[in-house]
């Protein structure tokens, strides 16, 4: 009981820096509904914690709910990971497009003042 | 025939100069892409008479031959030419590559390692890395090619212009041949001497290799 209050606690505060960033406009409206149902349900979890032991061993799980919660957030954060590798890659993808777009422009812009150059000669 | 040679550079100081002089007896024009070199390969480059196209970051071999590419097909070139900055190939053998494609045999011909001609290939590239990277691009790619990772290359421009190099590292190699055989585009493989004086890609940029065409396959 005490380390589920602990726990709550934990999320409470949690919430109330992601509400004291929202009005510090330093995350948009999307990001911090993502967080307060991620948060939200974390407490829930917890607070439910007994009735999620009974649906593993329902499930035909070893262990407890708890170690449930453990495996099922590994999960979340390998796929989150996964998810930034891409778009840190898609990033990447669009640096090179901009590095080509002014190493081009820079060419070209050089061939119309030489060939301008030309012209007044 | 316009011909344009496509050199990516990053600090290659050592060597642009002389490379762009073997290089301009058989070439129209030389791009030299300079890759945000610390040292002076621009400068020598364009000192040495080569357009000069400047990446403010320094962005991978792949990504600076898909600069020169746009560049050449910008200008109108009808030969492309994909050409080391390290003076490891020898300009003497581009007219043997152009060749397959002003007689019409071929849309893009390629440097090959592996056939008549002798390249003296450090023992562990010959033996280990190279067999990997056929492996990996027939298993990837189903291409049955002598010398799958060889930098030097010629295009005419309708094969040029079906190809756009994604993958920014030294990926590029494998990505070029997947998108010829997808493109079924015309190809001819021409012995080409290599002189070695460093040992070039280590053995630990294949897994680097791998993991990008990974990656690239997933993001497209």
């Not at chain 1, 995350?27 to 917890?46: R, V």
């Not at chain 2, 040029?160 to 920014?168: L, P, R």
């Amino acid at each position: 009981m005490l380390q589920q209050i602990f726990a709550l606690v934990i999320i409470a505060l949690f919430i109330w820096r992601l509400f004291e960033q929202k009005n510090k406009k330093k995350i948009n409206l999307n990001e911090f509904y993502f967080w307060l149902i991620f948060w939200c349900l974390g407490a829930l979890a917890i607070v439910f914690i007994r009735q999620i032991d009974r649906l593993v061993e329902f499930l035909g799980f070893s262990g407890s709910g708890i170690n449930f919660l453990l495996y099922l957030t590994v999960m979340i954060l390998f796929y989150l990971v996964f998810k930034l590798r891409l778009s840190l890659a898609k990033l990447d993808s669009n640096l090179t497009e901009i590095a080509r777009k002014i190493a081009l422009d820079k060419v070209n812009k050089l061939d119309d003042e030489n060939t301008k150059e030309n012209k007044d000669q | 025939m316009k011909k344009i040679c496509i050199i990516p550079a990053y600090n290659e100081a050592e060597h642009i100069t002389e490379v762009i002089s073997r290089v301009r007896p058989f070439v129209d024009e030389i791009v030299v892409v300079d890759d945000c070199s610390s040292d002076d390969t621009a400068q020598l480059a364009q000192a040495a008479g080569a357009t000069v196209l400047k990446h403010p970051i320094n962005r991978g071999q792949g990504a600076a031959l898909q600069t020169g590419n746009d560049y050449a097909l910008l200008k109108n070139a009808d030969i492309i030419i994909h050409f080391d900055a390290d003076n490891q190939f020898c300009a003497e053998e581009i007219p043997d590559l152009i060749l397959p494609i002003t007689s019409g045999r071929a849309q893009v011909a390629l440097g090959s390692r592996f056939l008549t001609k002798k390249s003296k290939l450090p023992a562990s590239k010959k033996n280990i890395i190279m067999p990997l990277a056929r492996l990996v691009n027939r298993l990837f790619f189903n291409i049955k090619l002598s010398d799958p990772q060889s930098g030097f290359r010629v295009f005419s421009k309708e094969a040029a212009q079906k190809i756009e190099i994604k993958n920014d590292g030294m990926a590029h190699c494998s990505e070029i041949l997947h998108q010829l055989f997808k493109n079924k585009l015309k190809i001819e493989e021409v012995p080409i001497t290599v002189v070695y004086h460093e040992f070039g890609q280590k053995f630990s940029s294949g897994f680097k290799i791998i993991k990008d065409l990974l990656i690239r396959k997933i993001i497209k």
